[in-house]
């Protein structure tokens, strides 16, 4: 279970968000809508959830395996639709070291093994208490 806590006092979109281990980012929007600008926009931080979460999942799996992964260079973008009824996000990877074409093919498939991508695949519910 993952556990984060979140506070936003007077200033104009500041949010802390802390872990239980004591972890601390800030969040933000950006200037044009209000912000300062201070740390990332929610939907960033969203987005960066599954670009650390993949390039984690591949670092692992291909060292397990003990492939030549030198780098994983990741790009997430995740767009809203005009009605906000639909949400694209596309993942684009890119796989630095020396390694075979069925090593690349694996590590795509490995990079759909990560849990935030399989939170963000499957029915989402949020409970508010």
Same mark, same amino acid.
């Given at each position: 279970?993952?556990?984060?806590?979140? $506070?936003?006092?007077?200033?104009?979109? +500041?949010?802390?968000? +802390?872990? !239980?281990?004591?972890?601390? *980012?800030?969040?933000?929007? !950006?200037?044009?809508?209000?912000?300062?600008? =201070?740390?990332?926009? !929610?939907?960033?931080?969203?987005?960066? #959830? =599954?670009?650390?979460?993949?390039?984690?999942? @591949? $670092?692992?799996? #291909?060292?397990? +395996?003990?492939?030549? @992964?030198?780098?994983?260079?990741? %790009?997430?973008? =995740? %767009?809203? /639709? %005009?009605?906000?009824?639909?949400? %694209?996000?596309? $993942?684009?990877?890119?796989?630095?070291?020396?390694?075979?074409?069925?090593?690349?093919? $694996? =590590?795509?498939?490995?990079?759909?093994?990560?849990?935030?991508? +399989? *939170?963000?695949? /499957?029915? &989402?519910? &949020?409970?508010?208490?």
């Amino acid at each position: 279970m993952a556990k984060i806590n979140a $506070r936003i006092t007077k200033e104009l979109y +500041k949010i802390e968000i +802390k872990s !239980p281990s004591g972890n601390m *980012i800030i969040a933000d929007e !950006p200037i044009d809508i209000g912000g300062k600008n =201070l740390g990332f926009a !929610p939907k960033e931080l969203l987005a960066s #959830a =599954l670009a650390a979460c993949t390039a984690a999942t @591949l $670092r692992m799996y #291909a060292d397990h +395996k003990k492939w030549d @992964l030198q780098e994983v260079k990741l %790009e997430i973008t =995740l %767009e809203q /639709n %005009e009605t906000k009824t639909k949400t %694209e996000i596309v $993942r684009k990877l890119e796989f630095i070291g020396d390694l075979s074409a069925e090593q690349k093919t $694996r =590590l795509m498939g490995v990079a759909n093994a990560c849990p935030v991508h +399989k *939170i963000l695949t /499957n029915p &989402i519910e &949020i409970i508010n208490q």
